[in-house]
């Protein structure tokens, strides 16, 4: 992702828009084909930032909307698990509370499901989330190349032998395709070294397996520069060290209380398939936990 700011008097209201807009962190604040109502709309979403990808490929076959993935006359048991897809016991699966704040993703996974009954996932640990029965909630997981989703109603808090939900059946399924090279939000720390051999510390926020953003001092480098970096990876049980080629592609200033920190956008070079494979990985995991960019 290459994100360049858009002067707001180059949207023009009242007209489809030919690309998606996100804002400064990377997140999807219009969608492509969007009627823009007015000027207004427009400057009210101008603190939080107006962004092009301008490395975006054309998405006329994409869709930021969830569309619908069955029919009517396809009865629930047909639906889930959606067609030719077999979830796995234990997959990472997002919750969300929409009633409450739609913004706050919880990490659970899946422990199976009752046909035409109800859908078993753990309830989560690893940040407050106390639902209540018959409250509704919205479940998502990425399998194969699409995100799916769907709401359900909880049915049934349980406490014994472990905390876990029985949530309604679903009556239908939304399915959203990946991009092809989907993003995610990440907090890891990476060490890179320029041409010179010289060393900095820097964090990286954002992650693709061809490319990634970086958060650093200013000195790191200028557009051009290329970059050895090197981060440790971990999955599981398995951890590695990953040594990876990057070109930096475009530098902004850092929106954090740093003033001498800026924002790198790099392209990763000539990718090992074994590193590859771990990036991908790494992505789909965060993906997976709701942190998709």
Same mark, same amino acid.
């Given at each position: 992702m290459?994100?360049?700011?858009?002067?707001?008097?180059?949207?023009?209201?009242? $007209?489809?828009?030919?690309?998606?807009?996100?804002?400064?962190?990377?997140?999807? @604040?219009?969608?492509?084909?969007?009627?823009?109502?007015s000027l207004k709309q427009l400057e009210e979403r101008e603190d939080a930032g107006l962004y092009e990808d301008i490395d975006a490929p054309s998405q006329a076959n994409e869709t930021s909307d969830w569309s619908d993935f069955a029919f009517n006359k396809i009865s629930p048991s047909d639906i889930f698990p959606p067609h030719g897809i077999k979830p796995q016991i234990g997959e990472f699966v997002q919750l969300v509370l929409p009633n409450r704040n739609p913004q706050n993703f919880y990490s659970a996974r899946l422990i199976g499901c009752v046909k035409n009954l109800s859908i078993l996932v753990t309830r989560p640990v690893d940040a407050p989330f106390?639902? !209540?029965?018959?409250?509704?909630v919205e479940v998502r997981m990425v399998t194969g190349s699409n995100i799916y989703t769907f709401q359900t109603t909880i049915q049934r808090l349980c406490i014994s032998p472990s905390q876990y939900l029985h949530l309604d059946y679903p009556p @239908? @399924?939304?399915a959203q395709k990946l991009r092809k090279s989907p993003w995610a939000r990440v907090n890891l720390n990476v060490i890179t070294t320029d041409a010179d051999g010289n060393r900095e510390f820097a964090r990286l926020i954002n992650l693709s397996s061809d490319g990634g953003q970086l958060r650093a001092p200013a000195k790191l480098g200028k557009t051009g520069d290329t970059l050895q970096l090197s981060l440790h990876a971990v999955m599981e049980n398995l951890n590695c060290t990953l040594n990876i080629s990057a070109s930096i592609m475009h530098v902004r200033t850092s929106h954090t209380i740093d003033a001498d920190m800026q924002e790198f956008g790099v392209s990763f070079n000539h990718v090992a398939p074994t590193d590859s494979l771990?990036? $991908? !990985?790494? @992505?789909?995991?965060?993906?997976a936990e709701g942190e998709m960019a």
């Open positions: 290459n994100l360049q700011p858009i002067p707001i008097e180059h949207i023009l209201p009242g $007209k489809p828009l030919p690309w998606q807009i996100y804002d400064r962190n990377g997140y999807i @604040v219009f969608s492509q084909g969007e009627i823009i109502s106390i639902p !209540a029965e018959g409250e509704t @239908v @399924v939304n771990w990036l $991908k !990985a790494l @992505v789909y995991r965060h993906i």
